[in-house]
């Protein structure tokens, strides 16, 4: 049996959020409330000894990012004593001029910067982790299209935004292309809610939600998922 591997998984931040229906103190200080978020994911990442961190993309709501919470992100994922994997979502984008390509970001962080699925082997946990990120945002193409894992014994992981099952603008995912891609876990973002972890032939996927609601259309219990992957198995716990 391949080794089990624990993961945290979390998405759709929307740092930054203009909050614009609140007073610009309160803005200000919701945005405040967001940038603690990162500190939490850091702790909880040590508290659960993850192998794994993967954010599925919209940690920030827009192009436009304060400097305080760049930094803040950039610190807090540095703070993270394992391998962190981000794919841009379409709030996020990847463009020469974005967050993403601008900060200098730590040595444990890998941004997936391109179109087309990029591949990162990770030796030392036995795994693959596969990603791409939104250059634009709105992409009317499946990114998993086609796309089949090599049967080399080793564990992979793929973390993406996108929308299953979704016709439209948003890297519309099938579930057909998931059962056909033979990855062991599919973490994927752009739905606010938690989805538990579900099942496509051998493949499991999962959204988290977003961490923190913005809006009274996201009410409810909000957090990341820890996730404890084994070959034939996936436990998912939504940590608040």
């Given at each position: 049996?391949?080794?089990?591997?624990?993961?945290?998984?979390?998405?759709?931040?929307?740092?930054?959020?203009?909050?614009?229906?609140?007073?610009?103190?309160?803005?200000?200080?919701?945005?405040?409330?967001?940038?603690?978020?990162?500190?939490?994911?850091?702790?909880?990442?040590?508290?659960?000894?993850?192998?794994?961190?993967?954010?599925?993309?919209?940690?920030?709501?827009?192009?436009?990012?304060?400097?305080?919470?760049?930094?803040?992100?950039?610190?807090?994922?540095?703070?993270?004593?394992?391998?962190?994997?981000?794919?841009?979502?379409?709030?996020?984008?990847?463009?020469?001029?974005?967050?993403?390509?601008?900060?200098?970001?730590?040595?444990?962080?890998?941004?997936?910067?391109?179109?087309?699925?990029?591949?990162?082997?990770?030796?030392?946990?036995?795994?693959?982790?596969?990603?791409?990120?939104?250059?634009?945002?709105?992409?009317?193409?499946?990114?998993?299209?086609?796309?089949?894992?090599?049967?080399?014994?080793?564990?992979?992981l793929m973390v993406l935004h996108g929308q299953v099952?979704?016709?439209?603008?948003?890297?519309?995912?099938?579930?057909?292309?998931?059962?056909?891609?033979?990855?062991?876990?599919?973490?994927?973002?752009?739905?606010?809610?938690?989805?538990?972890?579900?099942?496509?032939?051998?493949?499991?996927?999962?959204?988290?939600?977003?961490?923190?609601?913005?809006?009274?259309d996201e009410l409810g219990q909000k957090g990341v998922?820890?996730?404890?992957?084994?070959?034939?198995?996936?436990?998912?716990?939504?940590?608040?």
């Open positions: 049996m391949k080794p089990m591997l624990n993961i945290i998984h979390g998405a759709d931040f929307h740092l930054d959020s203009p909050f614009s229906g609140l007073s610009p103190e309160r803005a200000a200080q919701r945005r405040g409330e967001q940038r603690d978020l990162l500190t939490r994911l850091a702790q909880l990442a040590r508290e659960k000894q993850a192998d794994l961190v993967l954010l599925s993309g919209d940690l920030m709501d827009g192009e436009t990012v304060y400097r305080e919470t760049a930094q803040a992100l950039s610190q807090a994922l540095g703070g993270i004593p394992c391998p962190v994997f981000l794919a841009p979502g379409n709030h996020d984008c990847y463009s020469p001029s974005s967050v993403y390509a601008t900060l200098d970001w730590p040595e444990n962080v890998h941004i997936f910067t391109s179109g087309d699925l990029e591949a990162v082997e990770l030796p030392q946990l036995g795994c693959v982790v596969h990603g791409r990120a939104f250059q634009a945002p709105r992409e009317d193409a499946s990114p998993l299209a086609g796309f089949t894992v090599p049967q080399d014994g080793k564990v992979h099952d979704g016709a439209g603008d948003y890297a519309p995912i099938s579930q057909e292309d998931i059962a056909a891609s033979g990855l062991h876990y599919l973490a994927l973002g752009h739905v606010h809610q938690c989805s538990g972890v579900q099942r496509e032939g051998t493949t499991f996927w999962a959204y988290p939600g977003c961490p923190e609601g913005r809006g009274f998922l820890y996730v404890e992957l084994e070959e034939d198995r996936a436990q998912a716990q939504l940590l608040p």
